[in-house]
Structures are given as structure tokens and as C-alpha cells.
């Protein structure tokens, strides 16, 4: 994205701020302990998610669901934040692991067309 990777990271790191830069989030919050940020997306669904690691030399944030209106199970996601040599431009990796409950649906496309997706285009345009 053409954005330079400090200002990608401060907003990726302020884990209670993802509704300041992705459009499925309606609302956020952090509760009181700063590690557990309380979520509604714009359709109206709860989700609850607790930052596990932030590594500030790496660039990494993980969290993972305490509460999701998903059928999925241990479901941990990493952000990653890397700069492009030489450029004002930054790469986003993003992904989870999980396991399915609904083995019906592929929630693998779903969390990367309707989570990651939107998330990362959002980041690549955030007035933040």
C-alpha cells in the first residue's frame, strides 16, 4: 500500500482503534485492561478479542477471539507490517488459524474476503 510502514504500524498497533480504519467495524473499544477490545460490525454482530502478542521491533499484533458470532474454534490472527525497501510502500500480511465448526462453510474465504480483505484496503487509505 502506498503508505509509509510507521504510519501502517501506529495504526495496526492501537488494537482498540480498528473502527478509525476498517469498514466492517461499526465500533471499538478496549475494557479495562487495554488487552481485550469489544467490537460491533456494521451489521450489528458482537465479537470480543484479546491482543496475545505486539512485538514493536517486528511489527507483529496477535490477538485471538474471546467472543465471535463465527463457527470457528482457537481462532488466532496475525498482523504482520513490513516495509518495502527503498519505497514510501508497505505490505500488510494478515491470516488465522482456526478450526471450523460449520464444516459447511469455507471460513477461510470468508474471514479473507469479508475481514482481511476490506481490513487491508482500509489501512492502505486511513486518515489516522
Same mark, same amino acid.
Given at each position: $500500500?502506498?503508505?509509509?510502514?510507521?504510519? %501502517? =504500524?501506529?495504526?495496526? #498497533?492501537?488494537? @482498540? +482503534? &480498528? *473502527?478509525?480504519?476498517?469498514?466492517?467495524?461499526?465500533?471499538?473499544?478496549?475494557?479495562s485492561? @487495554?488487552?481485550?477490545?469489544?467490537? %460491533?460490525? *456494521?451489521?450489528?454482530?458482537? &465479537?470480543?478479542?484479546?491482543?496475545?502478542?505486539? +512485538?514493536? /521491533?517486528?511489527?507483529?499484533?496477535?490477538?485471538?477471539?474471546?467472543?465471535?458470532?463465527? *463457527?470457528?474454534? +482457537?481462532?488466532? #490472527?496475525? $498482523?504482520? %507490517?513490513?516495509?518495502i525497501? @527503498?519505497? #514510501?510502500?508497505?505490505?500488510?500480511?494478515? =491470516?488465522?488459524?482456526?478450526?471450523?465448526?460449520? /464444516?459447511?462453510?469455507? =471460513?477461510?474465504?470468508?474471514?479473507?474476503?469479508?475481514?482481511?480483505?476490506? @481490513?487491508?484496503?482500509?489501512? *492502505?487509505?486511513?486518515? /489516522?
Open positions: $500500500m502506498p503508505r509509509p510502514v510507521a504510519d %501502517v =504500524w501506529r495504526d495496526v #498497533a492501537r488494537f @482498540g +482503534d &480498528i *473502527a478509525g480504519w476498517h469498514p466492517r467495524i461499526a465500533k471499538s473499544a478496549l475494557d485492561t @487495554g488487552r481485550v477490545r469489544h467490537l %460491533v460490525t *456494521a451489521d450489528g454482530a458482537v &465479537i470480543e478479542e484479546r491482543l496475545v502478542a505486539l +512485538d514493536e /521491533q517486528h511489527r507483529t499484533l496477535a490477538y485471538e477471539f474471546v467472543r465471535s458470532p463465527y *463457527a470457528v474454534e +482457537d481462532y488466532r #490472527a496475525t $498482523m504482520r %507490517v513490513i516495509e525497501p @527503498g519505497t #514510501a510502500t508497505t505490505l500488510v500480511e494478515w =491470516w488465522a488459524d482456526f478450526r471450523p465448526i460449520d /464444516q459447511g462453510t469455507d =471460513w477461510w474465504a470468508f474471514f479473507g474476503r469479508e475481514i482481511f480483505q476490506p @481490513g487491508i484496503e482500509g489501512l *492502505a487509505v486511513s486518515p /489516522q
